[in-house]
Protein backbone atom coordinates (compact mmCIF):
# COMPACT_ATOMS: atom_id res chain seq x y z
CA UNK A 1 0.00 0.00 0.00
CA UNK A 2 1.60 3.28 -0.92
CA UNK A 3 1.66 5.83 1.88
CA UNK A 4 1.40 9.37 1.39
CA UNK A 5 4.29 11.47 3.67
CA UNK A 6 3.48 15.18 4.62
CA UNK A 7 6.67 17.43 5.62
CA UNK A 8 7.34 20.91 6.11
CA UNK A 9 4.67 21.95 8.18
CA UNK A 10 5.90 24.66 11.23
CA UNK A 11 5.51 27.37 13.74
CA UNK A 12 5.58 30.26 11.81
CA UNK A 13 4.61 33.93 12.39
CA UNK A 14 1.68 36.13 10.55
CA UNK A 15 2.65 37.18 7.27
CA UNK A 16 5.62 34.44 6.91
CA UNK A 17 5.75 31.57 4.24
CA UNK A 18 6.18 27.67 4.74
CA UNK A 19 6.06 25.02 1.75
CA UNK A 20 4.44 21.71 2.53
CA UNK A 21 5.55 18.42 0.40
CA UNK A 22 3.70 15.41 0.00
CA UNK A 23 5.62 12.29 -1.62
CA UNK A 24 4.73 8.72 -1.98
CA UNK A 25 6.38 6.35 -0.36
CA UNK A 26 6.94 4.14 -2.96
CA UNK A 27 8.14 5.24 -6.54
CA UNK A 28 6.50 2.60 -8.71
CA UNK A 29 3.05 5.05 -7.78
CA UNK A 30 3.16 6.43 -11.11
CA UNK A 31 2.04 10.00 -9.83
CA UNK A 32 1.29 10.89 -13.47
CA UNK A 33 -1.74 9.32 -13.25
CA UNK A 34 -3.08 10.78 -10.00
CA UNK A 35 -4.79 14.49 -9.28
CA UNK A 36 -3.33 15.57 -5.91
CA UNK A 37 -4.69 17.30 -3.46
CA UNK A 38 -4.19 19.54 -0.19
CA UNK A 39 -6.77 19.45 2.83
CA UNK A 40 -6.72 20.80 6.01
CA UNK A 41 -8.80 20.48 9.47
CA UNK A 42 -8.48 23.13 12.37
CA UNK A 43 -9.70 22.63 15.62
CA UNK A 44 -13.63 22.21 16.28
CA UNK A 45 -13.70 22.96 12.44
CA UNK A 46 -14.64 20.28 9.69
CA UNK A 47 -11.92 18.95 7.17
CA UNK A 48 -11.90 22.17 4.39
CA UNK A 49 -10.37 21.92 0.67
CA UNK A 50 -7.00 23.46 -0.15
CA UNK A 51 -5.86 23.55 -3.65
CA UNK A 52 -6.12 20.50 -5.66
CA UNK A 53 -4.20 19.91 -9.56
CA UNK A 54 -5.32 17.11 -12.11
CA UNK A 55 -2.78 15.48 -13.99
CA UNK A 56 -1.79 15.66 -16.99
CA UNK A 57 -2.94 18.98 -17.79
CA UNK A 58 -2.14 20.62 -14.00
CA UNK A 59 -5.77 22.15 -13.71
CA UNK A 60 -5.54 23.81 -10.31
CA UNK A 61 -8.43 24.93 -7.80
CA UNK A 62 -8.17 27.14 -4.55
CA UNK A 63 -10.32 27.46 -1.79
CA UNK A 64 -11.70 31.36 -1.77
CA UNK A 65 -9.56 31.67 1.47
CA UNK A 66 -6.08 31.31 0.00
CA UNK A 67 -6.70 32.33 -3.22
CA UNK A 68 -3.70 34.31 -3.94
CA UNK A 69 -1.33 33.23 -1.13
CA UNK A 70 -0.95 29.58 -1.86
CA UNK A 71 0.45 27.69 -4.64
CA UNK A 72 0.27 24.08 -5.51
CA UNK A 73 2.53 21.91 -7.54
CA UNK A 74 3.72 18.59 -8.69
CA UNK A 75 6.85 17.36 -9.37
CA UNK A 76 5.80 13.58 -10.66
CA UNK A 77 9.56 12.82 -11.64
CA UNK A 78 10.19 12.65 -7.99
CA UNK A 79 6.12 11.88 -6.94
CA UNK A 80 5.81 14.94 -4.95
CA UNK A 81 3.27 17.72 -4.90
CA UNK A 82 3.77 20.71 -3.07
CA UNK A 83 1.92 23.78 -1.41
CA UNK A 84 3.45 27.34 -1.11
CA UNK A 85 1.72 29.03 1.36
CA UNK A 86 2.51 33.30 1.75
CA UNK A 87 1.06 35.28 3.69
CA UNK A 88 0.17 33.48 6.37
CA UNK A 89 -2.31 34.35 8.82
CA UNK A 90 -3.50 32.68 12.42
CA UNK A 91 -6.70 31.23 10.01
CA UNK A 92 -4.07 29.13 8.38
CA UNK A 93 -3.56 27.20 11.37
CA UNK A 94 -4.83 23.59 10.95
CA UNK A 95 -3.44 19.91 10.39
CA UNK A 96 -2.65 19.77 6.57
CA UNK A 97 -3.32 16.54 4.35
CA UNK A 98 -2.28 15.64 0.99
CA UNK A 99 -4.43 12.98 -0.78
CA UNK A 100 -3.96 11.50 -4.44
CA UNK A 101 -6.75 10.09 -6.89
CA UNK A 102 -6.98 8.58 -10.14
CA UNK A 103 -10.07 10.72 -10.39
CA UNK A 104 -10.28 14.64 -10.40
CA UNK A 105 -13.95 14.86 -10.86
CA UNK A 106 -13.46 13.15 -7.70
CA UNK A 107 -10.98 15.21 -6.30
CA UNK A 108 -13.16 17.96 -6.85
CA UNK A 109 -15.85 16.92 -5.50
CA UNK A 110 -13.99 16.01 -2.04
CA UNK A 111 -12.72 19.45 -2.38
CA UNK A 112 -16.22 20.52 -2.48
CA UNK A 113 -17.00 18.86 0.55
CA UNK A 114 -18.72 15.93 -0.16
CA UNK A 115 -17.96 12.77 2.17
CA UNK A 116 -16.05 10.10 -0.14
CA UNK A 117 -13.43 8.04 -0.25
CA UNK A 118 -9.86 8.87 -1.85
CA UNK A 119 -7.64 6.59 -3.62
CA UNK A 120 -4.94 7.46 -0.77
CA UNK A 121 -4.34 9.76 2.17
CA UNK A 122 -1.36 11.23 4.19
CA UNK A 123 -0.67 11.55 7.85
CA UNK A 124 -1.15 14.92 8.00
CA UNK A 125 1.55 17.74 9.35
CA UNK A 126 0.84 20.83 11.62
CA UNK A 127 0.80 24.81 10.78
CA UNK A 128 0.72 27.07 12.82
CA UNK A 129 0.45 30.62 12.39
CA UNK A 130 1.26 32.45 15.28
CA UNK A 131 2.99 35.55 16.72
Known amino acids: QVQLVESGGDLVQPGGSLRLSCEASDHTFNAFAYAWGWFRRAPGKKREGVAIISSPDGHTNYADSVKGRFTISRDDAKDTVYLQMNFLTPEDTAVYYC??????????????????????WGQGTQVTVSS
Open 99 to 120: AADRSFPLMGNVFYGANLSLDH
